[in-house]
């Protein structure tokens, strides 16, 4: 079963804007994004710092990790960001597809001292804007 971790970061997009919509009128916007890319490249330490202000010093394997960030954006709306951090290793091509599937945008990373994981990128860009 994929992990899942939340997080509320409501007040930091929203500095000190008046509110002059209704609640009725506030829309609600839900993106989700998915991060690729070979193993141990980064990609779980992009999001911890992303979201949680931290960098990931230890090696802990990724299986599947949904993120969530909620967001008040300045004109009272609220956006809701979802990250899905992958394994790397994409064993199961179905898995991947549906990663690929219900993405509105990627994230596709890699090391810049591991040549391998660059040619990753170029396979994952292509299965994507061939699916
Ligand atoms: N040197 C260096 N190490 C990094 C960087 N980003 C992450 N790491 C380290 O590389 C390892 C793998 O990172 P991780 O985010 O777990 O990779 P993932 O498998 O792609 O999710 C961890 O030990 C991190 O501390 C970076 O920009 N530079
Ligand atoms: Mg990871």
Not at 3 to 15: D, H, V, Y
Not at 56 to 81: F, K, N
Not at 89 to 102: D, E, G, K, N, V
Request: include cysteine; hydrophobic fraction near 35%.
């Amino acid at each position: 079963m994929p992990g899942s971790c939340q997080r509320l970061r409501l007040p930091s997009l929203a500095p000190l804007v008046k509110h002059e919509k209704s609640e009725f009128l506030k829309r609600k916007e839900q993106h989700r994004v998915v991060m690729m890319g070979s193993a141990k490249v980064g990609k779980s330490s992009i999001i911890s710092q992303f979201l949680y202000d931290k960098y990931l010093t230890r090696y802990r394997q990724t299986v599947e990790e949904l993120h969530r960030g909620e967001y008040e954006l300045p004109d009272g709306e609220s956006l809701t960001l979802d990250i899905l951090d992958t394994s790397g290793a994409y064993q199961f091509p179905a898995m991947r597809a549906l990663s690929i599937s219900t993405a509105g945008a990627f994230i596709l990373v890699y090391a810049i001292d591991d040549a391998n994981s660059w040619k990753e990128v170029e396979i994952l860009r292509n299965q994507i804007s061939s699916d």
